[in-house]
């Protein structure tokens, strides 16, 4: 078992940055790959990016390319989502995901979320 605490969420003005982090425990956190997910109300959740389990390895989905980074620290068991120039579409509940699978990438454990509401 993996268990995953995010944090970082937030009101924020269109432009604007925020920086997630997302804390685990429990099974080894580094043979994992990490991953962010979103979910807007009304609409299915979605894939945002994920990272291999060395860190070297990252891809996201293209609405966030050049705005979002995915990065992780293996001796913290943490996983960041750093955004920049926010837009208010990228209001959502953010969620971490671990999983075992990196590409495709296939979560096999969630978080709570964690609230980002993007004001225009």
């Known amino acids: 078992q993996v268990q995953l605490v995010e944090s970082g969420g937030g009101l924020v003005q269109a432009g604007g940055s925020l920086r997630l982090s997302c804390a685990a425990s429990?099974?080894?956190?580094?043979?994992?790959?990490m991953g962010w997910f979103r979910q807007a109300p009304g609409k299915e959740r979605e894939f945002v990016a994920a990272?291999?389990?060395?860190?070297?390895?990252?891809y996201y989905v293209d609405s966030v390319k050049g705005r979002f980074t995915i990065s992780r620290d293996n001796a913290k068991n943490t996983v960041y989502l750093i955004m920049n120039s926010l837009k208010p579409e990228d209001t959502a509940v953010y969620y971490c995901?671990?999983?075992?699978?990196?590409?495709?990438?296939?979560?096999?454990?969630w978080g709570q979320g964690t609230q980002v509401t993007v004001s225009s």
């Open positions: 995901a671990a999983g075992v699978s990196w590409y495709p990438y296939v979560p096999n454990y």
């Open positions: 429990g099974r080894t956190f580094s043979s994992y790959a």
């Open positions: 990272i291999r389990w060395s860190g070297g390895n990252t």
